[in-house]
């Protein structure tokens, strides 16, 4: 346990009499990937959005190396839980100018060195000068990997980061999530559609269900779960 | 022509609004038969706008042979009511009303106050209240257009603003690029005014005090004036009202719940 980055404790959320989530209780460990899966409205991206602290819980809580994220400051917390989104929407400008968002809101700036080390991770050496109206999908997608990885997260949440990319640039986009977790030891929650995904990427997997928890199993039997269940 | 035949200046008026609102009503019809219908919001709209004028136009005889005094009370009530029509027409907007009032009354009312202080604005009735009235009506305009643009700037911009804050952005950072599109759209009509003044139109204090047989000169140049005053009142108003909406926009949490969804739900 002492190992455990993100305890999901008890997180509820309706909206209106609307039930969104309830009662997830889930943790991640270091350099550890966990896949959330389930159909669309089943609550993926609203458990992201509230792990984010974008939303508020009902009930419940988050705790980011133990400690409860509502004492962090919502700054400090987004800082240290860094979130893809589906879409990656970039800011108008360079490359280099969308890695250095993160860290001038804080009153820090990249070196030259530290903007190229970063595009070389996700595969864009020499994209630093870029112009992003110049990107393809799956490039912009990777700018914002490497945009949120500026910031130097020690969780990492995606919201289903290659479902609007084809083949080739979703198999870049998964490496780049790979070696993340892998090298840099960082605790990730993948919200996919794609059991397959999961498979290829992650230690656990997590089904939910009309905003509550199926299971939580190897990604090879949620992905035999989700298909027997379909 | 209508001069010549008639003598009693009320007479003239009344015969001069008749026609214009013929005038008006004709080219209406004519929208309707091209399947625009007007007709019915225009006739509601003149009858309605030509009893207000009579009747400010009565209670503004009594103000002008008033005490000076009285002059803030009547601009306080302007500002009250242009907040009000103000929030009406940016109903979408949360705490248009309140955030209109404190908006119009720091944008419109310092100005007044400040230019009658140093003079711009003579420290008369006859002065503080016509003049004012411009200044309101045109941070009324202002406001109501920042309101709306800024709001649906937020609303179109959701994926943008929320992934700024998932970088570790301020609301105020987050929020900056749409503030900024909404106030400049909400300056582009003052400031389209200053830029045409005296080729494409001659507004109407000039014409006013030239039909008064005022210094053509003296009118160009304080037509400017009010016309600079126009802009920087507007200038305040909103950016007040677009920060004040930008404040609304995010909870303690710096979560933004100016969103479609949100205000839907009950």
């Not at chain 2, 204090?205 to 000169?217: D, I, K, R, T």
């Amino acid at each position: 346990m002492n190992n455990v980055v993100l305890q999901v404790e008890r997180l509820s959320r309706t909206a209106g009499d609307r039930l969104i989530l309830s009662d997830v209780s889930f943790s991640v460990n270091p350099a550890e990937l966990l896949a959330v899966t389930g159909a669309s409205g089943a609550g993926k991206s609203s458990l992201l959005r509230l792990i984010n602290r974008l939303d508020e819980p009902c009930s419940g809580t988050v705790l980011l190396q133990g400690v409860d994220y509502r004492s962090l400051a919502p700054r400090e917390l987004r800082r240290r839980i860094g979130m893809i989104m589906q879409r990656p929407y970039l800011f108008p400008g360079t490359v280099a100018a969308n890695l250095q968002y993160g860290p001038a809101q804080r009153g820090k700036s990249l070196t030259p060195a530290d903007v190229d080390k970063l595009l070389a991770r996700v595969g864009l050496d020499g994209f630093a000068g870029r112009d992003i109206s110049r990107l393809s999908g799956g490039e912009a997608q990777r700018v914002s990997f490497a945009r949120a990885l500026a910031n130097g997260p020690e969780v990492l949440l995606l919201d289903e980061p290659t479902s609007a990319l084809d083949e080739a640039a979703t198999a870049q986009v998964e490496s780049v999530i790979s070696s993340a977790v892998r090298d840099r030891g960082l605790a990730c929650v993948m919200v996919t559609h794609n059991p397959d995904q999961a498979v290829r990427l992650a230690h656990r997997a997590l089904l939910l269900r009309a905003g509550r928890i199926e299971a939580i199993d190897t990604p090879e039997r949620i992905r035999d779960a989700q298909r027997a269940y379909s | 022509m209508l001069n010549a035949l008639i003598h009693d200046p009320v007479l003239l008026g009344v015969v001069q609004a008749l026609i214009a609102a013929l005038f008006a009503l004709a080219v209406t019809l004519f929208a309707r038969s091209r399947g625009v219908a007007l007709t019915r919001d225009a006739v509601v709209s003149m009858l309605r706008g030509a009893g207000q004028i009579v009747v400010v136009g009565l209670i503004f005889v009594a103000l002008l042979r008033g005490p000076v005094w009285i002059a803030p009370f009547v601009l306080a009530g302007m500002i009250a009511a242009a907040a009000s029509t103000s929030a009406r027409r940016a109903r979408h907007a949360p705490s248009a009303l309140r955030i209109s009032i404190y908006a119009i009354a720091a944008g419109a009312g310092c100005t007044i106050a400040l230019m009658a202080a140093l003079g711009v604005i003579e420290f008369t009735v006859n002065s503080l209240i016509p003049v004012g009235s411009m200044i309101v009506a045109n941070a009324m305009n202002a406001n109501a257009l920042a309101l709306d643009r800024l709001r649906a700037e937020i609303e179109s911009h959701i994926g943008e603003i929320e992934s700024a804050l998932a970088l570790g952005a301020s609301p105020d950072a987050a929020v900056r690029p749409y503030l900024q599109a909404a106030l400049r759209a909400s300056l582009i009509p003052p400031l389209d005014n200053l830029r045409s003044l005296g080729i494409v139109w001659i507004p109407g204090l000039m014409a006013g005090m030239l039909l008064a047989h005022g210094s053509p000169v003296y009118a160009s140049i304080y037509q400017f004036v009010v016309l600079a005053l126009i802009l920087g009142s507007a200038g305040i108003t909103c950016t007040v009202s677009t920060w004040l909406l930008s404040r609304q926009a995010f909870s303690q949490a710096d979560q933004l719940i100016l969103r479609p969804e949100l205000s839907s739900t009950p």
